[in-house]
């Protein structure tokens, strides 16, 4: 009759190491940094052939509201808003409209569970969701911003301060578009959300503030997009202002992180249901 020595049974001191050592080779939970880079990769890699036409259609669209506008508006600081609120728009289309509808499907179909068996933090997916779509954007708001400035006979000197407005306003859209993506309970919801999401970028931020009334004024100030617009107009001028440049773009910035944050913990909330 062999005896076993205690410390090996199930429940023993070499029996639980042995099973914590396992079930950390299993499954090691992946660090922030290299998780968001690899859901960042596998996002775009994903959306780039089913999104780049959808970005055309954000590029003429922004295109053709400001050639609708040049009969309206002939110059001065109502060109200024016009052009900035339509290069702003592509960024609304993408970031706030699609990324809307994507997580809406993805919860809808089950997607989520999908992510949630990867040792994968959620924040890195909502970041690398909303950064991937977020990128898409980058050459259609060029594309826009150039055509609008020699349309309205703009400066052009000062349009690398999109290098600063693209990303900060980008990720202020992004976090909200995916927050309500994620907190809709159906996808067609999700969808209507977006699309007015889009609408109240294009009505508030386009069309020049003066023109507005008060309570529109108003509405318009909530809209994290609209700081980008400003941020941006400001610059055509001859001696930009950038104090309020910079506080502009610092407000996308603080507004992108409580909407990234909104949105994952929205993830988490439909993960686990």
Do not use: K
């Amino acid at each position: 009759m062999s005896v076993v020595p205690a410390d090996v049974l199930p429940g023993g001191a070499l029996a639980v190491e042995e099973a914590d050592r396992g079930a950390a080779e299993l499954g090691p939970r992946a660090r922030m940094w290299p998780a968001l880079v690899a859901v960042y990769r596998a996002q775009l890699s994903r959306a780039r052939v089913a999104r780049i036409p959808l970005l055309f259609v954000a590029t003429f669209q922004s295109i053709g509201i400001m050639i609708l506008m040049r009969g309206v508006v002939d110059g001065g600081g109502e060109a200024q808003s016009v052009v900035a609120g339509a290069a702003v728009l592509v960024v609304a289309f993408v970031a706030l409209n699609l990324l809307a509808q994507y997580f809406g499907q993805l919860r809808a179909s089950g997607g989520l569970d999908h992510y949630a068996t990867l040792p994968v933090p959620p924040a890195a997916v909502v970041l690398g969701a909303a950064g991937a779509y977020a990128s898409f954007t980058v050459p259609g708001t060029v594309v826009t911003a150039v055509f609008g400035c020699v349309l309205f006979g703009l400066p052009l000197a000062h349009l690398w301060v999109l290098g600063a407005v693209i990303p900060l306003a980008g990720a202020a859209l992004a976090g909200l578009g995916a927050a309500l993506g994620l907190l809709a309970p159906r996808p067609e919801l999700a969808t209507l959300l977006g699309q007015l999401g889009m609408s109240a970028a294009l009505l508030l931020g386009v069309l020049p503030a003066d023109r507005m009334p008060e309570a529109v004024r108003f509405a318009r100030d909530l809209l994290p997009s609209t700081y980008g617009v400003e941020a941006f107009a400001r610059t055509f001028g001859a001696h930009p202002d950038w104090a309020f440049v910079v506080g502009d773009l610092a407000v996308c910035a603080g507004v992108g992180v409580v909407s990234l944050a909104v949105a994952t913990w929205a993830y988490r909330r439909a993960a686990v249901r």
